[in-house]
């Protein structure tokens, strides 16, 4: 049986290629494949579950791409639109300060804001808050950046680095197939154009994550795809010096928007998650994203290859506005309490995965 | 091999989650090969929220007299079964506080004129300590009582109220509800009169694993007891977790996933004489009802038009009938409507 040589090659350590990945996404084996991803998981990162305290800002949610599973974006002077100022984004900052030691940053495509708008923005946030790393915008809008700059892409990742940008997340990715892609967001830049810019940022020596939307209209082969761009293109990276993919991200698709049709069912995500482990043998870390999977759904992926819960987020909207149901954010007692009922050894890290001791923390203070 | 209780401590105790799914998922295959996973169309009417017993894990209840404390009238019950048959509905669930101003013949009426209006609907009512609470108010036994609701039309019993069938844990809880036994009894007695019911039981709190391992064999005896008799016994067993919000009891945190999961494949494999085990989507929320089908679960509860007493915990999922259907559909089992005793009406 071809399933059973693409099972025996995951024993003896071998990469599985796409095929076998396709045989294994259409079994129904779920027992089978979460034994097999824990292990995988495992042997990277042994009963570690890493989480971050982390908070989320969407400077905006004005975005020139419409993309149909979004139901963040609006237009310029539409109902519910919103650009927070700098200065606005500071204060937000400042409620939570300083319980966090990751700023995460991502949002609309906006019509008007210069180049300049986002190195000012990252500027007085590193400067205000230099204790916390900043990771900063997704390829769609590092490639838009390029576009109303007029720079050349390296000269942009230079400015942002230079301004404070410390990593990247790794959103935008979608689906890469062309043909579905072209249905569900063709303004969006093209899969093709996502993996060249993460090339770059990569080369720049800027880690980065990836991450894949699925459980709407796409086919498991469109998975296996996306998923064997993204290996190919980190054993590029990793032939570097520094940049590179940190984690792997699946992101289950949330009806609530003008495509419409269901979500995902609990099992495909534990699948894809399982999947996204066996596959992508060089990635070290795959997440379980709780705000799109839910807490009990992520939870549960820590027993099928998942080794990263994300972190408390604090407040998030881009998924909640597409009818996720879960809350807006999580306490670092709820994450570790879910970490150790899943038998697993909770990791507060920072946000290249080290672990941030927090005895010395305090020792140092 | 039936499963003995000190093996199935030993079992959960040693295997982990993927192992025990397995097990519970190979027991729902053989005992339901169609690959069809059930729900029911119905509403829960919560007749009265005023109830004497006050549980602790409960923020539904009232006093009598205090604000927001109420007794539906007639003409909202029968708008409401109208709703429920509008949609297809074969059953709705009553079930209400242990209300001290309301006797037998409140009870007897509602069930006459219920019956009377729309004969095809299932009457799916009162839990075990509102038919103990009937019984004492009239000092009627288990069995009258049972009998002259029975005669009045209802149908079938509900297994709530069942919490843990431990007394410590329930003096815990619910120091006032009735005892362990009291709800085995009403059981067994309308099991008994040929009645079919369910059973529950809702863990999470200060429960221990042996507590949860004595319920599963109080509910599997109960139901040798049945099969011997021959007549009703118990349809489906129910396993939910605990939800502390709103309640006296708010610093418990609730059961994780893995613990319902766990706890879910368990029932499957240590209770061989019950044929349907509930997923329960109204507290484990629609994703891990579906994972829950490949744990020991084949049904999918009810449409539940209306559910308080859960939402009253803060817990709210709502879903509609096509919600579930997609639900189940995604997790490529068929979806199939029945009614109150497993009878199936209608694929989709």
């Not at chain 1, 971050?52 to 004005?62: D, F, G, K, Y």
Request: charged residues 25%; glycine residues 8%; contains cysteine.
């Amino acid at each position: 049986m071809m399933l059973s040589r693409a099972i025996r090659k995951i024993g003896e350590g071998k990469r599985l290629s796409p095929e076998d990945a396709l045989l294994l996404f259409k079994s129904d084996d779920i027992f089978m494949l979460g034994r097999l991803a824990a292990k995988a998981a495992e042997k990277k990162n042994g009963d570690r579950v890493y989480y971050v305290r982390n908070i989320h800002v969407n400077p905006t949610n004005i975005c020139v791409n419409r993309c149909r599973f979004c139901a963040f974006s609006r237009s310029k002077g539409e109902p519910g639109a919103y650009e927070l100022t700098i200065h606005e984004i500071l204060e937000k900052l400042r409620e939570k300060a300083p319980y966090f030691d990751e700023i995460h940053i991502v949002g609309g495509l906006h019509p008007d804001w210069p180049f300049e708008h986002y190195t000012k923005m990252l500027k007085a946030i590193k400067k205000e808050f230099p204790y916390a790393f900043i990771k900063a915008f997704t390829a769609a809008e590092i490639d838009y950046m390029q576009k109303i700059s007029g720079l050349s892409m390296k000269e942009v990742l230079i400015k942002l680095r230079a301004a404070g940008l410390d990593l990247m997340p790794g959103g935008g990715a979608e689906i890469f197939d062309p043909a579905v892609r072209g249905r569900l967001c063709p303004e969006k830049l093209s899969g093709r154009r996502w993996l060249e810019v993460i090339r770059e940022v990569h080369r720049a020596g800027i880690k980065t994550n990836a991450t894949m939307l699925y459980g709407h209209i796409e086919e498991y082969r469109h998975r296996v795809d996306h998923l064997a761009k993204i290996r190919a293109l980190q054993d590029e990276s990793l032939q570097g010096k520094k940049g590179g993919f940190q984690a792997f991200i699946p992101l289950p698709y949330q009806p609530k928007t003008e495509i419409g049709g269901s979500a995902p069912s609990g099992l495909e995500d534990l699948k894809c998650i399982a999947l996204s482990r066996l596959f992508l043998d060089n990635i070290p870390h795959i997440k379980a994203y709780w705000v799109m999977l839910g807490e009990k759904l992520s939870q549960a992926a820590l027993l099928f290859g998942a080794d990263d819960l994300e972190g408390t987020v604090m407040e998030e909207k881009i998924a909640h506005m597409a009818g996720a149901g879960t809350k807006e954010a999580m306490t670092e007692e709820e994450l570790k309490h879910l970490i150790r009922k899943a038998g697993k050894t909770p990791v507060r890290r920072d946000s290249f995965y080290r672990k941030i001791d927090e005895a010395a923390q305090k020792r140092s203070a | 091999m039936r499963l003995r209780k000190k093996e199935a401590l030993k079992l959960f105790e040693k295997e982990d989650l993927l192992t025990l799914g397995q097990m519970a998922d190979e027991l729902r295959q053989r005992l339901h090969p169609e690959g069809i996973v059930t729900f029911v169309v119905d509403r829960n009417i919560n007749y009265t929220n005023i109830c004497i017993n006050k549980c602790r894990f409960c923020a539904f209840y009232r006093s009598e007299g205090e604000k927001g404390a109420y007794v539906l009238s007639e003409e909202e019950l029968f708008r409401k079964i109208e709703e429920t048959l509008a949609i297809e509905g074969t059953q709705i669930l009553l079930q209400g506080g242990l209300n001290p101003s309301l006797d037998i013949n409140f009870y007897t009426g509602l069930l006459t004129e219920v019956k009377k209006r729309y004969p095809s609907i299932n009457i799916h009512g009162f839990s075990p300590p509102e038919i103990s609470h009937i019984a004492q108010k009239h000092d009627l036994t288990l069995r009258e009582t049972l009998r002259i609701l029975k005669g009045a039309g209802l149908d079938s019993i509900p297994g709530g109220g069942a919490e843990l069938l431990s007394d410590r844990v329930r003096e815990a809880l619910s120091p006032r509800k009735i005892k362990s036994s009291d709800w085995l009894q009403v059981m067994r007695e309308a099991h008994r009169l040929g009645m079919w019911t369910t059973a529950t039981m809702m863990f999470g709190s200060v429960e221990t694993l042996e507590d949860i391992v004595d319920h599963l064999d109080a509910v599997r005896s109960l139901q040798d007891e049945a099969v011997l008799g021959n007549k009703g016994g118990f349809t489906a067993f129910i396993p939910w977790t605990f939800q502390p919000g709103n309640t006296e009891l708010s610093h418990i945190k609730p059961a994780t996933a893995i613990e319902y999961l766990r706890v879910l494949a368990l029932s499957r494999i240590y209770l061989d004489n019950v044929k349907n085990i509930q997923a329960s989507w109204v507290t484990q929320g629609l994703k891990l009802a579906q994972v829950a089908l490949r744990f020991g679960a084949n049904d999918f509860g009810s449409t539940m038009l209306e559910e308080n007493v859960v939402a009253s915990a803060g817990v709210c999922y709502s879903l509609s009938k096509e919600d579930i259907i997609d639900a189940i559909k995604n997790t490529g089992f068929r979806p199939a409507q029945r009614d109150t005793h497993y009878n199936l009406i209608r694929y989709f």
